[in-house]
């Protein structure tokens, strides 16, 4: 049975796409067959998209990185580098909650894959539609989280704002995923996985340093194993 997991940032390019792809990385080197869908994409270049997150997603897939593979991974793409509602907006279109979750839910069911990562946009509480947050699409799906926090000054408040909101609003979160911040100014990356796991309740945390891959991503698989 599949294993759905929807990948929220406690902000913006925080490593929610880095996540994903070394979990799905390692998932296909254990030999579990995978899936990817980032629904919604602002900051889009038509052009060039080698580099964006449905890029670096198919890549981690394993798949090429063409038209309709790209179609089928992020049908909602717009140009500009906002929230998606705002950048719709700026070309005269509407995106709505219901059909962002329809498109997910159908390909949800349409997959047999071992593990499937849904990629969400911004910080948890981001607009993704012009009637939804990002935390609303997530509740809508009814799926886990995985949680990305970052290791920034204020960071560990943000990553427990999101993980008191998905918890209000219901959201299992699953794991927190603490992204090494490139920033040579910023905390003590061991100090501030200490203070998010001390107010974390109990719940995994687990530190995705910059550099090395090693280990990490495993480890979060193996909690998110059904
Ligand atoms: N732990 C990390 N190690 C190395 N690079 C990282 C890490 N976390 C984030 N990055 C890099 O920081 C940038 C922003 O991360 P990204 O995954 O695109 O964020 P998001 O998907 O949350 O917007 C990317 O270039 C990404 O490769
Ligand atoms: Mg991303």
């Given at each position: 049975m599949s294993r759905a997991v929807f990948i929220a940032g406690?902000?913006?390019?925080?490593g929610k796409t880095h996540v994903a792809c070394a979990l799905l990385e390692a998932a296909r080197a254990e030999g579990r067959s995978v899936e990817a869908l980032k629904p919604v994409v602002s900051g889009f270049d038509d052009a060039d998209w080698s580099a964006s997150d449905p890029g670096r997603l198919l890549a981690a897939l394993g798949c090429p990185l063409d038209a309709t593979a790209l179609e089928a991974m992020s049908p909602w793409r717009f140009?500009?580098?906002?929230a998606p509602p705002m950048a719709a907006r700026r070309e005269g279109r509407t995106l709505m909650l219901g059909e962002v979750a329809a498109f997910c839910r159908a390909r949800l069911a349409a997959t047999n894959a071992d593990l499937v990562l849904v990629e969400g946009v911004g910080?948890?509480?981001?607009?993704?539609a012009e009637d939804a947050t990002g935390l609303q699409l997530m509740t809508a799906l009814g799926l886990p989280a995985l949680l990305v926090g970052g290791s920034y000054l204020g960071g560990i408040s943000h990553t427990l704002t999101a993980l008191e909101a998905a918890r209000a609003h219901g959201v299992t979160v699953a794991v927190v995923v603490i992204s090494q911040s490139g920033?040579?100014?910023?905390?003590d990356f061991g100090d501030t996985l200490a203070d998010v796991r001390r107010f974390a309740g109990g719940l995994p945390v687990i530190a995705a340093p910059r550099g090395a891959q090693v280990g990490w991503p495993q480890s979060a698989l193996a909690l998110l194993s059904p």
């Open positions: 406690a902000h913006t390019d925080i140009t500009a580098p906002l910080g948890l509480m981001s607009p993704i920033d040579a100014e910023a905390p």
